[in-house]
Every structure is written in C-alpha cells, then in structure tokens.
C-alpha cells in the first residue's frame, strides 16, 4: 500500500525493512536448497533469484518503507558440469546445473540476517528510548 502524507514512525520503518529482509533471506534458502537441482518442474536447471528493494515514500519525502519491489532471475550462464554418465549430459558430456553460487548466497544471507538484527536493534532502541521519555518528570 502507498505511504501517506503522515510521517512515518521509526516502528512502520525498521519493521517494514525485517519484512523484506526477511523475503530475501527465504529467496536465498531457496537458491541454496536448488543449488544442485539438476532439472525442475519445466524440465530446466534451477535459476538464481535475486530480490530487489525500494523505498515506498510519500511524494516528496526522502525516507520511507522499505518494500520488495520484484524478485528477478539472475541471468548469468549456468555451470557447466562435466557428466558424461547423465542422461541430461549434451554431445560434450557436459550437464547444465544451476546458476548459484553457494560462496555468494552465504554471504548474502548473513548480511540480510544481520541487516535484520540491526533492525531488531534499531526497534528496541526506540522502545527503550519512548519508555524513558515517559519516566521524565515523575
């Protein structure tokens, strides 16, 4: 849903940006769960997904809610395995495999998991910080 005109709390952003870190940690499991998958559903290698953020704001604000604008398929070549026993092996003895790369869905994952806690941070910061603001004058 767009974002209004009213000013975001610091609650709509941090958690707003768990929800898509959270949607990239799930597309990482799953390109590391196919990262041997030699043949899908339509009879094709395993393809990377990527996904891709953006900022929902309000016209002519600079800060807003972090939203998943699309999850695309990455398009670089598939490995190439050297197979010859494989029924999918082509004339070469070579079987397409899938394009992910274990090494960089590794990192991927631990960066958006860490990008998650910091927001977890990030909320309970601002939980303690309003809980003292309470207190003052008392």
């Known amino acids: 849903m767009p974002v209004s005109n009213q000013s975001l709390s610091i609650f709509d952003i941090a958690g707003s940006a768990m929800t898509a870190q959270s949607q990239r940690m799930n597309t990482t499991a799953s390109n590391m769960a196919n990262a041997d998958s030699v043949s899908g559903p339509d009879g094709q290698p395993y393809r990377a997904r990527q996904v891709v953020f953006e900022v929902d704001s309000a016209d002519g604000q600079s800060t807003g ?27 070469d003895g070579y079987v397409a495999m899938p394009n992910v790369n274990v090494v960089e869905e590794m990192v991927n994952m631990i960066s958006a998991s860490r990008s998650y806690q910091a927001n977890v941070e990030v909320l309970n910061t601002a939980k303690s910080l309003m809980l003292k603001t309470l207190t003052i004058g008392q």
């Open 65 to 91: 809610r972090v939203k998943v604008a699309r999850v695309i398929e990455d398009n670089s070549p598939m490995r190439m395995m050297h197979d010859p026993k494989n029924p999918l092996a082509n004339a």
